[in-house]
């Protein structure tokens, strides 16, 4: 299975990938993650990265494809199957990943794209709270901890991220939109596209997920 993760923050990505990991023996691969490992190692890439980084410039989309490049090149297990995270961004690089893919004979499945309304997200993302020492997560309807404003984990302080308040949110989902929107068309035009309802709980999103996976 070869799968694009497609959604705004606060549709619920993360949990699905941790799911699909488990359940399908889906390799992870989020560009995200991928940059701060590079960043930290001493190859060619890597001190790109940091040159770019420590000018406080955005990492440019050839860069990251780059990369989604050199681990198609050298990681074999990502021929038992994939799901990409946070590429492509744009339609050049989900036009450069189809080439990538062609290359290896490992064409895309689907694109799974995490639906949820705006109030579902707000309210998501507003009631998050992150322990300051060991990062665990917490929502105050959905998973508060036993003890308010403390980690249940290691007893640490629990706070806000200043990025998530409803401003704030809003601006980054406008942003999201618009960049996504092509990719969208792109993946719908490949007839690959596939819609999830995300405004329900996670069990209920993986088992909509469960049945075109299947
Ligand atoms: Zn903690």
Redesign the pocket.
């Known amino acids: 299975m070869r799968i694009v993760l497609l959604g705004p923050p606060g549709a619920g990505k993360g949990t699905l990938a941790d799911h699909l990991k488990e359940k399908y023996r889906l390799a992870h691969i989020s560009t995200g993650d991928m940059l701060r490992e590079e960043n930290k190692k001493d190859s060619p890439l890597g001190r790109e990265l940091k040159s770019i980084m420590a000018k406080g410039a955005l990492v440019p989309d050839e860069l990251v494809t780059k990369l989604v490049q050199q681990r198609f090149a050298t990681d074999p297990n990502l021929k038992k199957g994939f799901m990409l995270d946070g590429f492509p961004r744009t339609v050049n690089q989900a036009q450069d990943l189809d080439a990538i893919l062609a290359g290896l004979n490992m064409p895309l499945d689907f694109a799974l794209n995490l639906e949820a309304s705006f109030k579902v997200l707000l309210e998501r993302l507003t009631g998050r709270r992150v ?1 300051r ?2 990062a ?1 997560l917490y929502h105050m309807t959905y998973k508060p901890p036993v003890k308010a404003g403390v ?1 249940d ?2 007893a ?1 302080e629990l706070y806000q991220r200043s990025d998530d308040n409803e401003k704030t949110i809003q601006a980054r989902m406008q942003v999201y939109q618009e960049s996504t929107a092509p990719i969208i068309d792109y993946y719908a035009k490949q007839g690959k596209l596939k819609k999830i309802d995300a405004n329900v709980d996670a069990p209920e999103v993986r088992r909509a997920v469960a049945a075109i996976l299947k």
């Open positions: 322990c020492k060991c665990a980690c984990v290691c640490g």
